[in-house]
């Protein structure tokens, strides 16, 4: 069984850069959930997406974006980036909406200067 | 809105030194209390889900309980390879997980 990975696993951007950050799910998980993850700090809901559509967001600005493709696969699009972006990126699946466990990539850490 | 606090922040303890680890949530209708470990540098591992009060599980050295308000981790005669960041989670709306900020546990040789 083909675990959550995510892509690249760092990146140093400048403010005001675009970035787009992407993660494969895990085999059988139709449901990609992004998050951040702070240093010192548990992971924030950015949101999440269910047979590509958007399902839930939490509170980040309309510069962050994303997408999910017909192979379940996702990617997270920030725009405008500023310095308290830097952060761990998480992306998580799951098999569907209800309440069975996610499990988690290892993340792509931006750095924003 | 719900909200998710972990005690303490940071605990450090021999090997072999057994304690628990503290997780308190308000939430109206708990549907799901979520444990993972997060070793520096990777993502969330998940453990366990509990669903109701007075259900547990364990793992190895690991045992999760649930009450109304909480969940306990215990940790039975750690050894220094369980060193991590330990995060409960609980579910809200859809399938939005809201973390506590992590116990960093570190166990000494």
């Known amino acids: 069984e083909t675990g959550v990975t995510q892509s690249p696993t760092h990146l140093i951007k400048t403010r005001g850069q675009q970035v787009t950050l992407r993660c494969s799910s895990q085999s059988g998980h139709n449901t990609v959930s992004w998050y951040q993850q702070a240093l010192g700090q548990g992971p924030q809901f950015i949101f999440q997406y269910y047979r590509e559509e958007e399902n839930g967001r939490g509170n980040f600005p309309p510069r962050f974006s994303g997408l999910q493709f017909p192979n379940y696969s996702s990617e997270l699009n920030v725009n405008a980036l500023e310095l308290d972006d830097s952060a761990l990126y998480l992306c998580?699946?799951?098999?569907?909406?209800?309440?069975?466990?996610?499990?988690f990539g290892d993340g792509t850490r931006l750095s924003i200067l | 809105e719900d909200q998710v606090t972990q005690s303490p922040e940071a605990l450090r303890l021999q090997e072999g030194e057994s304690s628990s680890l503290n997780c308190s949530y308000t939430v109206s209708g708990l549907r799901g209390l979520f444990w993972y470990r997060q070793d520096p540098g990777k993502g969330p591992e998940f453990l366990f889900t509990?669903?109701?009060a007075g259900e547990e599980k364990e793992k190895e050295r690991l045992k999760a309980t649930l009450t109304k308000k909480e969940s306990f981790l215990h940790i039975t005669a750690p050894k220094p390879e369980d060193s991590a960041t330990y995060l409960c989670?609980?579910?809200?709306?859809?399938?939005?997980?809201?973390f506590g900020q992590g116990t960093r546990l570190t166990i000494n040789p």
């Open positions: 509990l669903y109701s």
């Open positions: 998580a699946s799951s098999s569907d909406r209800s309440n069975q466990p996610q499990h």
């Open positions: 989670a609980t579910i809200q709306g859809a399938q939005k997980l809201v």
